[in-house]
């Protein structure tokens, strides 16, 4: 069975993906009927009562947009090629194929597929983590989603939007995953303090093209938070993302004609959540508010392939967003969500960029139907303003599911 | 912007460094982590414990007495199947030399996110540091049909077993041994705590016993399926659940199924836990006059219930209150 890992989109052969989805389906169907076979009080030894936990989720979306997604380019933004508002029409979102397990004593591993709707399989998430190394230390290795920023560490499935922040669009074309190790350090103290850096290769985007010897990109983060009362819980952070890129292409990627920037790029981020729910129960009401910024630094080097000129390149660029999730009654929640993006500094001798005297900002508004914990359907609208000429009205529809065992999810 | 950041940072490694010292101390002092006193810590040595619900903390407390310092990281007003996996409980996770949890599951949702973050060996899984109270008792409702179309149901069996006293007993025993094994050097205080806590225990659970005698074969409709080993242990008769299936919200068709067999079958009482909402509850007794029963269902849940005799005490209180108040017979 041939696999396609990566980000790049081959065309996989039809006997490819129904091979992978009877794999799939047999990996699932183990891991279901294992509690089943174990019925009674104690699990007895069979060969298969070391699976790891499995989960898939499934999801799909109906999207209308009233501008043209192929045309879509953020002015004075060099984009990565996973900038888009999405297809038009009924397709099915990246299903994902979570499988996770302790090792040993001291050491957890899990795993994230991808199986993209264009039948391609990319590895989202691979790596060990320690559990065993003790006052307050984890070690992390492998491939996996930064810590940098807030939501960048949960997967897609957890995001309270259907699509992402503006600025994680932008300035990290998507979600910045890369391969690499990280160190995080717990504080024994009563108030939650979290310190944590990551050595990565810097293939990911912001880094981007930087294949090398030694560290291509680099990270440092911090954490705070707490409670405030038994009611409400909060956490602050910020984190520092240096890379190196060589080679980074934006622009017209699909299309064969990338621009290339080489010099050093750092992203700084800042972000809060702050969570209310009465007595601490979640359960019948509650509201999250949340917000993210941006600060991104680019010196160097930039090549644009249509103009086919090289030259220097300085960009000092923020974005963020803020937004609020009320759930009004059990299973329904609403949210709303401010999308912003500024150019402050730009100097591109390459003209591979266009006009940057235009400020993109969106507006969103959510509503979430949650049949079960393993269930939701949403429908979201968005005024998107990110490009000059007027509003895109974009409504998205989604259904998204979860089978098989399925832990919570990070606060 | 890159300056407020960098503020921000400096600040947090500041005062980490303020804390750090300070826990340092505190660390030094934790029996099994090195005999270092002294150095300005004056304070008794005691072990960390966190307990996920409030039973187990109470019942920690019982048997370490001051050779513990006890965090619950849940309220009697909180589902316990639904908590967040907040940077508070992280923190906590990371102090503690042993976590005293239900386990069963019960947990799953927050649980092992704590652990995978927290960095802290002591209280893994398969450490001694870790206990589970319910693999100690016999588990009631192990389900023989294991499909999430059953909706939220616990491979192991229902987890809430601190309503039958008899269980507590069993779990307090345990958990002395375990806290001996964590912390030898008070095994023999854990032991003569557990001791006296097991006399006075069983002598209450008589007087329960007694009391609740006109509950027996009492038959009462339950909002979520949280009360299996109170009414076997007290012999009533659950012949309907709100929820139709675990952890889904009653819906109004179910609701009507209900009501339509309470009138060929009538129930003495609908009872739920405090930490749910009595809407379902309410809805019912609307329609039947049967009292609603809300039942602290762990310490905290209710006023009365400060600890867990007290949540004994006020759940049979409770339960006979709503009988004499329909009166006798069936």
């Known amino acids: 069975m041939k696999h396609h890992f990566g980000r790049s989109r081959h065309p ?71 900038a888009s508002p999405g297809q038009r029409g009924f397709g099915i979102s990246p299903s994902e194929l979570h499988l996770s397990s302790n090792i040993d004593p001291d050491l957890y591993a899990a795993m994230a597929l991808i ?31 930064s810590g ?31 391969e690499g190790l990280q160190v995080r350090w717990v504080a024994p103290t009563e108030t939650f303090i979290e310190l944590g850096g990551e050595a990565l290769r810097g293939s990911g985007f912001v880094a981007g093209g930087n294949e090398k010897n030694g560290i291509g990109a680099h990270s440092l983060f911090a954490h705070i938070g707490g409670d405030a009362g038994v009611s409400q819980s909060w956490r602050v952070g910020g984190a520092l993302l240096n890379a190196a890129p060589r080679g980074r292409e934006s622009g017209a990627i699909g299309a064969g004609l990338p621009d290339t920037f080489s010099g050093d790029s750092r992203l700084w981020t800042a972000d809060f959540i702050w969570k209310w729910a009465p007595n601490g129960n979640p359960g019948i009401k509650n509201a999250v508010i949340q917000g ?66 235009y400020k993109p900002s969106r507006v969103g508004v959510i509503l979430e139907f949650a049949k079960s914990q393993f269930s939701r359907f949403r429908l979201q609208y968005n005024a998107d303003q990110s490009q000059p000429g007027g509003v895109d009205h974009q409504v998205y529809a989604q259904y998204q599911l979860s089978l098989g065992a399925h832990g919570g999810h990070q606060f | ?33 090195g005999e270092a006193r002294g150095s300005g810590c004056r ?53 503690a030399n042993m976590l005293v949890c239900t386990g069963a599951d019960l947990e799953a949702g927050w649980l092992p996110l704590l652990l995978r973050q927290a960095g802290n060996p002591r209280v893994q899984p398969g450490a001694p540091g870790y206990f589970e109270a319910a693999s100690f008792v016999t588990k009631l409702e192990i389900p023989t049909r294991l499909d999430r179309s059953e909706g939220d149901v616990h491979a192991a069996g229902n987890p809430h077993i601190q309503t039958d006293p008899r269980n507590i007993a069993q779990v307090a025993e345990a958990l002395s041994k375990r806290l001996g094994e964590v912390d030898p050097a008070h095994a023999a ?27 027996k074969g009492v038959a009462i409709v339950v909002q979520h399926r949280g009360f299996p080993y109170l009414s076997n242990w007290l012999g009533l008769r659950e012949i309907a659940t709100l929820e139709s299936k675990p952890g889904i919200e009653p819906s109004s068709s179910h609701l009507s199924a209900v009501l339509a067999q309470l009138q060929r079958q009538p129930a003495k009482m609908v009872i739920h836990a405090a930490y749910q909402g009595d809407r379902a509850s309410a809805w019912l007794a609307s329609r039947t006059s049967i009292p609603v029963v809300e039942l602290p269902f762990t310490v905290g849940g209710t006023p009365e219930a400060q600890d867990l005799f007290s949540l004994f005490d006020d759940t049979v209180q409770r339960l006979l209150k709503a009988v004499q108040d329909t009166g006798s017979g069936q």
Not at chain 1, 148 to 161: L, S
Not at chain 1, 165 to 173: C, I, K, M, Q, S
Request: glycine share 10%.
């Open chain 1, 292 to 357: 993210e910024y941006f600060w991104r630094e680019d010196d160097g080097l930039m090549s644009g392939a249509v103009s086919g000129i090289t030259g220097d390149y300085h960009a000092r660029q923020s974005g963020g967003y803020l937004q609020g999730v009320y759930q009004f009654m059990p299973r329904w929640r609403a949210g709303l969500r401010y999308d912003v993006l500024a150019t402050h500094e730009l100097n591109d001798a390459s003209g591979a960029l266009a006009d940057p005297n």
């Open chain 1, 148 to 178: 940098i920023g807030m939501i960048n560490q949960k997967h897609p499935h957890a995001w309270d939007f259907i699509d992402e922040p503006l600025a994680y669009r932008t300035f990290l074309n998507f979600q910045y995953g890369d």
């Open chain 1, 12 to 82: 996989a052969s039809r006997g490819t993906s129904a091979s992978m989805r009877v794999a799939v389906m047999g990996m699932i169907a183990a891991a279901l009927s294992l509690p089943a076979v174990a019925q009674g009080s104690m699990i007895g030894s069979s060969a298969n009562a070391f699976n790891p936990a499995i989960s898939l989720i499934l999801s799909g979306t109906y999207t209308h947009l009233s501008q043209d997604p192929a045309a879509y380019s953020l002015s004075g933004f060099a984009l990565g090629d996973a």
């Open chain 1, 115 to 145: 199986i993209n709707p264009d039948n391609t399989v990319s590895l989202e998430e691979a790596y060990f983590q320690t559990t065993g190394l003790g006052n307050g230390f984890t070690l992390k290795g492998g491939r996996f989603f």
């Open chain 2, 1 to 33: 912007m890159k300056k407020i950041i960098n503020l921000c940072l400096l600040l947090m490694l500041g005062q980490l460094g303020i804390n750090g010292a300070h826990a340092t101390c505190k660390d030094a002092q934790v029996p099994g982590e």
């Open chain 2, 43 to 95: 304070e008794r040595p005691a072990l960390q414990v966190m307990a996920c619900e409030p039973e187990w903390g109470a019942l920690a407390k019982e048997i370490g007495g001051d050779d513990v310092v006890v965090y619950t990281a849940t309220t009697g007003l909180q589902d316990p199947h639904r908590i967040e996996a907040r940077p508070s409980l992280i923190a906590q996770v990371r102090r």
């Open chain 2, 189 to 215: 205080a854990y032991q003569s705590r557990h001791a006296a806590f097991s006399a006075k225990w069983n002598t209450a659970m008589q007087r329960w016993e007694k009391r609740a005698a006109p509950l």
